[in-house]
Nanobody, 113 residues
């Protein structure tokens, strides 16, 4: 399984960004996809996950601001990020899970104050 993430960039506080991640290869429908992030000098942390049936889970720090969703083909996941804060600055990673975890390369999100 290969994951291709895109959509990161530089944005001012209060702004929005939308991340996309497409999975290719041996994709199974009963999977979980999600977004994680690694702020500078910190460990990787959960942002949000979504199951193949649409159940979602969010970190408390992003609830009400971020929305995770899937594309119609079920092998694509999006992260709509609104009301961004400087503390959201991190490298964002896409993850696909089915029997094991697969990770994308990461995309940088920088929020300036």
């Amino acid at each position: 399984v290969q994951l291709q993430a895109s959509g990161g960039g530089l944005v001012q506080a209060g702004g929005s960004l939308r991340l996309s991640c497409a999975a290719s290869g041996s994709i199974f429908s009963a999977n979980v996809m999600g977004w994680y992030r690694q702020p500078p000098g910190k460990q990787r942390e959960l942002v949000a996950t979504i199951t193949n049936t649409g159940n979602t889970n969010y970190a408390d720090s992003v609830k009400g601001r971020f929305t995770i969703s899937r594309g119609n083909a079920k092998n694509t996941v999006y992260l709509q990020m609104n009301s961004l804060k400087p503390e959201d600055t991190a490298v964002y990673y896409c993850r696909y899970s089915y029997c094991r975890d697969y990770w994308g390369r990461g995309t940088q999100v920088t929020v300036s104050s």
